[in-house]
């Protein structure tokens, strides 16, 4: 089994639609957890950090489920320059960090 | 502000050919990170340093791979020799410290080998 696990997609939705992700892992002594953007043959970036009581920017929520030992991302009002890969990460410690192998999003006009 | 540089881009060898990659993180960031991501997957850690002293290589394939930081700035990562499933991008990273989460990613250096 995978430290992370993320479902691949790809998910295909229209403008202005609401796209939810969701990331697993399994290391319970887990303590830090990311969502990376990477578009297509560029590098990974952070979006947010995800925290223990959820946060929010603009569109985009994370949450974190540390007893079901899963995050999510959630996009809401899906634009077309939101089409990328979005990577989970989780650190076991500051600096260790263990991507999942992306969820890819395609939004249509 | 200089974002994390990577040379080459792209590199195309033959299998049992040797590679190096060369790696300047941004100025100031005290923790380089060296990744492979093989295509359809997420970056896997193959080593990184504090400095010039190293913290983790537990994911690096140590016959083949070498890497090093000695002045504790930039960074050059070895294979030798190369192996078709070595065919990657690999990624720089850096980050102000090692108890900063936020990783800064260079370009990668695209390897083909063939």
């Known amino acids: 089994r995978k430290e992370v696990e993320q479902d691949p997609g790809p998910f295909n939705v229209p403008e202005g639609a609401t796209v939810a992700f969701n990331c697993t892992y399994s290391n319970s002594a887990s303590q830090s957890f990311f969502w990376y953007r990477q578009d297509c043959r560029k590098e990974p970036k952070l979006l947010m950090s995800v925290y223990s009581s959820g946060n929010e920017d603009g569109r985009f929520t994370a949450q974190l489920n540390r007893a079901s030992q899963y995050i999510s991302l959630l996009i809401r009002d899906s634009k077309l320059s939101d089409s990328a890969t979005y990577l989970c990460?989780?650190?076991?410690?500051?600096?260790?960090?263990?991507f999942g192998d992306g969820t890819t999003l395609t939004v249509k006009p | 502000e200089a974002g994390v540089a990577q040379s080459p881009r792209y590199k195309i060898i033959e299998k049992r050919q040797s590679v190096a990659f060369w790696c300047n993180p941004i100025s100031g960031h005290a923790t380089l990170y060296w990744y492979q991501q093989i295509l359809g997957q997420g970056p896997k850690l193959l080593i990184q340093?504090?400095?010039?002293?190293?913290?983790?290589d537990s994911q690096l394939p140590k016959d083949r791979f070498s890497a090093e930081r000695l002045k504790g700035v930039d960074s050059t990562l070895k294979i030798q020799p190369a192996k078709l499933e070595d065919s990657a991008v690999y990624l720089c990273?850096?980050?102000?410290?090692?108890?900063?989460?936020?990783?800064?990613f260079g370009p990668g250096t695209r390897l083909t080998v063939l």
């Open positions: 340093f504090q400095n010039n002293g190293v913290v983790d």
């Open positions: 990460v989780v650190n076991v410690r500051a600096g260790k960090s263990t």
């Open positions: 990273a850096s980050s102000l410290g090692a108890s900063y989460n936020e990783q800064f």
